[in-house]
């Protein structure tokens, strides 16, 4: 009888460190922690700086959990062939662990599930950043201090009368557009009339947008055969209506008499009025005979010849005086200007509301802070807090 003997497998070594789901457990309740302190520090400084914050795609908040899904699965399937469950690879194993028992436990080895932390809460943060959390730099309304005031331009074949240089029109372009430069909390807006009249920018802050309109003048823009100032009035006031300024004001630029239109301009002068709106009138020109250019010569000099334009000043006056407002008369581009800051002195300043929010974005910190985390994270795990193997 034959005895045979099996060798009996080797007792696998004891690992060294904390146990795979010990160490998680230990990661989750460290990011859990840090997590708290991170949101608690953001509410505390939103609540000190008065801020409303508000997330642009809220619903990509999802993208935490399951961030956090694939991250366990992604674990499970990379894990080496055999490895048991929770374990990610190979561990130091020693012969003899009673020496290694007998030693103190290190504040690197207290520190050790944090790397994993760092990462965990810098992978929240880009989810949180994918959201587009937004900082309310102003309430449903911007309140600010000025008024509501809408020119209204003449842009019929008169204002290229070149008694004003280069053009009446040009002239006028010029000094608008130091106007609204001056401008810093008053709402404006832009009407223009020949034969008829259209809004080009109802009443705004947004002062860019209303230089490029008022450069983009031109006595082609429409039907300049006439002179409807009935309706130019009334077109700026369509645009009053709803204002809630104390101060609202038309400025009424032409250079000739109502002779088009189906407003009259005295009617609309009584509407002004119930409106509490006034309206201010510049009559453009030296007198109502103008230089026109005809053409150039053969030097290409231009060629002027006289003709004759009606005015109404009287009906200019009377706007101006049944709106409580003032009539002006401009000879020249320093007189225009100096109409124009006339009418500022004279008007009081009120409060106005502009509809609208303006928002700041608040991701790039938060992914500024996710990168410097992912930083540190790395550092750690390749130095002081690096694990074997």
């Not at 587009?132 to 201090?145: F, G, K, N, T, V």
């Not at 088009?260 to 002004?272: I, S």
């Not at 401009?330 to 007189?335: G, Q, R, S, T, W």
């Amino acid at each position: 009888m034959k005895l045979q003997l099996r060798p009996r497998a080797p007792e696998p070594a004891p690992r060294v460190g904390p146990r795979p789901r010990a160490l998680s457990l230990r990661v989750a309740l460290w990011s859990a922690s840090l997590g708290a302190l991170l949101a608690a520090a953001g509410a505390l400084t939103v609540y000190l700086l008065g801020w409303q914050i508000r997330l642009k795609y809220p619903w990509l908040l999802l993208s935490l959990p399951a961030a956090l899904a694939l991250t366990l699965a992604a674990q499970r399937l990379l894990r080496p062939l055999g490895a048991a469950p929770g374990e990610g690879g190979a561990r130091l194993r020693v012969s003899q662990v009673a020496t290694l028992a007998k030693m103190p436990s290190t504040w690197a080895l207290k520190l050790l599930p944090l790397p994993g932390a760092l990462r965990v809460l810098a992978l929240a943060l880009l989810g949180v950043a994918m959201a587009r959390p937004q900082r309310m730099d102003a309430p449903d309304a911007i309140e600010l201090s000025g008024i509501d005031i809408v020119l209204s331009i003449d842009l019929s074949g008169s204002m290229r009368a070149a008694d004003l240089q280069p053009t009446r029109l040009e002239a006028a372009k010029e000094v608008v557009s130091e106007f609204i430069q001056r401008r810093r909390s008053d709402r404006l807006g832009l009407v223009v009339f020949g034969r008829e009249a259209f809004t080009v920018v109802p009443p705004t802050l947004d002062y860019s947008v209303l230089q490029r309109m008022v450069s983009s003048l031109s006595l082609d823009l429409i039907d300049g055969s006439g002179t409807a100032i009935g309706d130019g009035l009334g077109t700026a006031l369509n645009r009053m209506r709803r204002s809630d300024a104390r101060s609202k004001v038309v400025v009424l630029l032409t250079d000739g008499a109502n002779n088009a239109g189906h407003v009259d301009p005295r009617e609309a002068a009584q509407l002004a009025a119930a409106l509490r709106c006034k309206v201010y009138t510049i009559l453009v020109g030296t007198s109502d005979e103008a230089p026109i250019q005809q053409g150039v010569d053969l030097l290409g000099r231009p060629v002027y010849a006289q003709a004759r334009f009606p005015v109404d000043p009287q009906l200019l006056q009377e706007i101006a005086t049944v709106t409580g407002g003032q009539f002006f008369r401009a000879v020249d581009k320093n007189e225009l200007a100096r109409s124009f800051h006339t009418i500022l002195d004279q008007l009081e300043r009120s409060r106005i509301a502009d509809a609208g929010v303006r928002y700041a974005e608040l991701y790039p910190t938060l992914v500024m802070l996710a990168l410097g985390l992912l930083v540190i994270e790395i550092t750690l795990s390749n130095t002081r807090l690096r694990r074997f193997p």
